[in-house]
């Protein structure tokens, strides 16, 4: 690959790292075609880019990036990777994790998602219980609602009973 190639390739990955909010980077050797095939369409179901990379580029990349300091994810560029950009940072996780029921691949090398890094494939079931931006705030929605809608409840139950106990002493 000449230079301008490498340098084209860079850029494009530049530019969806800014592009994305989140990306995963996964370890997805020994995957045979068919079950690569498999793969990239449920990520592409899924509203997934997957794109198979060099570590060497995908560093590169990550380094003229000024979304963040990715020095901690460079350690686990080795062997092969792909990359998963995605909009909503629990999606590919829950893939990884329904995919490996009949795969021992992918493997999680490393994400960063919500502004935050995970590194290391014991951090897969973090990141699949991990909440999106728009679930936080529904229950911070939900949780402040729960109140007001506990008061005018008991202020519903308790115009019936008042007005029971009115009627009752208006009677004797």
Not at 28 to 41: M, P, V
Not at 77 to 86: A, D, E, N
Not at 125 to 130: F, G, K, M, P, S
């Amino acid at each position: 690959m000449r230079r301008e190639e490498k340098n084209a390739v860079i850029d494009s990955l530049a530019e969806q790292i800014k592009q994305y909010p989140h990306f995963y980077i996964t370890d997805t050797s020994n995957l045979n075609a068919a079950d690569t095939s498999r793969l990239r369409r449920k990520c592409f179901e899924k509203s997934i880019k997957m794109v198979v990379v060099k570590n060497t580029l995908l560093r590169k990349a990550l380094e003229r990036s000024d979304k963040a300091d990715f020095t901690p994810i460079f350690e686990s560029l080795k062997g092969v990777s792909s990359v998963l950009f995605t909009e909503s940072g629990n999606v590919p996780a829950k893939l990884i994790k329904d995919f490996r029921r009949t795969n021992a691949k992918p493997l999680l090398k490393a994400a960063f998602v919500e502004e935050s890094f995970y590194v290391g494939d014991n951090q897969l079931d973090a990141l699949v219980t991990l909440k999106t931006k728009n679930e936080l705030i529904a229950d911070v929605v939900a949780i402040l609602q729960s109140p007001a809608k506990t008061v005018i409840s008991q202020l519903q139950s308790g115009r019936n009973i008042l007005a029971g106990v009115v009627k009752t002493l208006s009677e004797r």
